[in-house]
């Protein structure tokens, strides 16, 4: 079967645009963020709908504006700028999640069954995280003559979702971020 051929307007395409100077900048919306060393930006680019489990986030938060939300093309994308030293808690995805440096080294890490493993990328590298794993990622140095370290982050899915591991949890726990449930009897 052949693929259906479609002629937007122009006005119609320049909505599938979004121009990086024009990205809104989003600091709020994932509860790690107010976790100094988790401070970071999103620039998101394309978007897709909340995910709707217990516990779970948007891997760009719930309040970053997406500049294409009209265009449901099965993954997201989004800049994630953050200063050396800041990041993410470690966290997984129901999807793949893949990154590529833009400016500066980032350290992307994941656990292992004891421990943990990590790689630094520089510009231009990337990686691709399978489903399931826990990891995070950690902007090491911004790049010449530059505050902030660029990432660019592509989930697949049309509401992918991400939770913070049990190590995470209590961080935000212990920040007073989150409430600690209960012990059971």
Same mark, same amino acid.
């Given at each position: /079967?052949?693929?259906?051929?479609?002629? =937007?307007?122009?006005?119609? /395409?320049? @909505?599938?645009?979004?121009?990086?100077?024009?990205l809104t900048r989003c600091n709020t919306g994932l509860p790690d963020m107010a976790l100094p060393d988790c401070?970071?930006?999103?620039? *998101?680019? $394309? &978007?897709?709908?909340? =995910?709707?489990?217990?516990?779970?986030?948007? =891997?760009? #938060?719930?309040?970053?504006?997406?500049?294409?939300?009209?265009?449901?093309? +099965?993954?997201? /994308?989004?800049?994630?700028?953050? @200063? !050396?030293? %800041? &990041?993410?808690? /470690?966290? *997984?995805?129901?999807?793949?999640e893949t990154f590529m440096v833009m400016h500066g080294k980032w350290k992307i890490e994941w656990e292992l069954d004891r421990g943990a493993e990590a790689?630094?990328? +520089?510009? $231009?590298?990337?990686?691709? %995280? !399978?489903? +399931?794993?826990?990891?995070?990622?950690?902007?090491?140095?911004? #790049?010449?003559?530059?505050?902030?370290?660029?990432? $660019?982050?592509?989930? #697949?899915?049309?509401? =992918?979702?991400?939770?913070?591991?049990?190590?995470?949890?209590?961080?935000?726990?212990?920040?007073?971020?989150? @409430?600690?449930? !209960?012990?059971?009897?």
């Open positions: /079967m052949a693929i259906k051929v479609i002629q =937007p307007s122009r006005d119609e /395409m320049t @909505k599938s645009i979004a121009r990086f100077s024009d401070q970071r930006t999103f620039r *998101n680019v $394309l &978007g897709f709908s909340q =995910p709707r489990g217990e516990g779970q986030f948007s =891997p760009f #938060g719930d309040l970053a504006p997406a500049a294409i939300s009209h265009v449901r093309a +099965g993954f997201g /994308m989004a800049f994630v700028a953050a @200063k !050396p030293g %800041c &990041g993410v808690l /470690m966290h *997984n995805h129901d999807t793949v790689v630094t990328l +520089g510009p $231009l590298d990337f990686i691709a %995280c !399978p489903i +399931g794993v826990q990891r995070r990622f950690e902007c090491v140095e911004a #790049g010449p003559d530059r505050d902030e370290g660029l990432l $660019l982050g592509i989930i #697949g899915g049309d509401a =992918p979702a991400a939770e913070i591991s049990p190590a995470g949890i209590q961080r935000l726990v212990d920040a007073g971020i989150f @409430k600690a449930e !209960p012990a059971a009897t």
